[in-house]
């Protein structure tokens, strides 16, 4: 025990900890219940927003397509799909702004695809 002089010193320690910890059990604390529920706060419907302002971007994007300003359009089409995205859990949290998601990408894409079909026809 010559080479360990912290041995002893360790038990006294542990054991003064392990007595302090089982001594300090007084009466156990009383929570009081609540005297009233608490009313909720109602959360306002961000849906009808989001649908409105995707729908006016998506909708500016198009009139920009149709008069061929295609930057324009396209900066139209992913603002469009920006809000969607925003949606507070992504577009995908609540099924209308999933679906006018789609509806989105189906409305981008089909003029997207048959401009580049017209394209490679009219080349090849």
Do not use: N, Q
Not at 63 to 82: C, K, W
């Amino acid at each position: 025990m010559a080479g360990r002089p912290w041995r002893g010193v360790t038990c006294v320690v542990g054991l003064a900890a392990l007595l302090a910890a089982c001594a300090s059990g007084g009466a156990p604390a009383r929570v009081r219940a609540p005297s009233r529920p608490a009313t909720p706060v109602p959360v306002p419907d961000l849906v009808p927003a989001v649908l409105a302002e995707s729908g006016a971007r998506l909708e500016k994007g198009l009139a920009a397509a149709d008069e061929g300003h295609l930057d324009r359009a396209r900066a139209e089409f992913d603002a469009a799909i920006d809000t969607l995205l925003s949606y507070p859990g992504g577009a995908y949290a609540e099924p209308r702004v999933a679906e006018a998601y789609r509806r989105a990408l189906d409305t981008i894409h089909l003029p997207a695809c048959e401009t580049f079909c017209f394209w490679s026809v009219r080349r090849g």
